[in-house]
């Protein structure tokens, strides 16, 4: 359904998400209430006249979307102080953020970064290949993913989402521990003959993001959505998802996209982690254990997690699965 939503903002709800067409940082404070975002994955504009990026790149401008919105430099940090702060309330307590930049205006970046609450977790260096070719100095072909968290609640991080801990490749090394080294070699896409925005993140680098920092049911927000290849990527893991795209026409060329998009779609495709037995699978619970259970999981509660989460991270920390938290949990229940 769309619809206007006051101040120059269009909205479209869907099954999946709701989507709004407007700029992202007077856009959040007015429709994206405080502490309601679990994870935002996010690539704003480079500042370094990305609307002319077709003539840095040997591609058909023809399935390029136009309408590409690009800051002024002399305005870019100011801007990111302001959009960075909204991300900043609309976290929840505990909630993660990624932003993908450039190295131009990386400065401006970290530098609003710490005149918030929000709290360093890695700096990711992201090398894809085909960088742009140069004569007089080395070929740039790297990106920065600042990743972050907002104190005051339990951070996702879903530790064997993708390789179990003592799974190994044939020399022996840890696939886990080298998935999650904080140098990401993930290339870049060709999409010769579709339709496509300025710059867009390939799915494997946001489904690695996604799977790591959130859970199913989680929400998944994009403040500068572009291609909406976040959105999508948030709903084929089966997350739920909102954003902004100041671009009608980008964002009137990807809704259609987006509406046929199944929840879930993208699950089984995923790699199955070999991981271990549970330390405590099938042990009778202890009464000192129950306790602890209980208590965190209220505390966690009255913080503002959501149920998933919590249960997920107190399986880690007590050795048992997921049902066996949810059966101990429902038997305290009965028996107060």
Excluded at 152 to 174: A, M, P, Q, V, W
Excluded at 183 to 207: A, D, F, S, T
Excluded at 254 to 262: C, V
Aim: with cysteine; proline share 4%.
């Amino acid at each position: 359904m769309l619809k206007k939503s006051g101040s120059d903002v269009r909205c479209v709800t869907l099954p999946a998400g709701v989507f709004y067409n407007g700029d992202c940082i007077s856009g959040a404070a007015l429709y994206i209430p405080d502490g309601s975002v679990d994870l935002i994955i996010t690539d704003p504009p480079y500042g370094i006249f990305g609307d002319t990026l077709h003539k840095h790149y040997n591609r058909n401008e023809k399935f390029v979307v136009d309408g590409y919105v690009e800051i002024p430099e002399e305005e870019y940090g100011n801007f990111s102080l302001l959009w960075i702060r909204e991300a900043e309330r609309i976290l929840r307590p505990g909630g993660s953020i990624y932003i993908v930049s450039g190295y131009t205006n990386l400065y401006h970046i970290l530098a609003a970064l710490k005149m918030t609450g929000l709290k360093e977790v890695n700096h990711i260096i992201w090398k894809y290949s085909f960088g742009v070719f140069t004569r007089k100095k080395y070929v740039s072909s790297h990106y920065h993913i600042l990743f972050y968290e907002k104190p005051g609640g339990t951070r996702t991080f879903n530790l064997e989402s993708r390789y179990g801990l003592n799974e190994k490749n044939g020399d022996g090394r840890s696939l886990n521990n080298t998935d999650r080294e904080d140098v990401w070699q993930i290339n870049r896409e060709y999409k010769p003959g579709v339709v496509k925005n300025k710059n867009e993140l390939p799915p494997e680098l946001l489904e690695k993001m996604i799977q790591y920092s959130s859970n199913e049911g989680d929400l998944v927000c994009d403040l500068f959505l572009g291609g909406f290849s976040t959105a999508m990527a948030a709903i084929g893991l089966n997350r739920r998802a909102t954003g902004f795209e100041i671009s009608p026409a980008m964002f009137d060329a990807r809704i259609p996209a987006i509406e046929r998009m199944e929840p879930g779609s993208l699950l089984s495709l995923l790699r199955a982690p070999a991981r271990e037995p549970r330390k405590n699978q099938r042990k009778a619970w202890t009464d000192e254990d129950i306790q602890y259970l209980v208590r965190e999981f209220d505390k966690r509660r009255t913080s503002g997690e959501t149920k998933k989460a919590i249960i997920a991270a107190l399986g880690d920390v007590l050795g048992r699965g997921h049902w066996a938290i949810v059966k101990a949990l429902k038997k305290s229940a009965g028996d107060n």
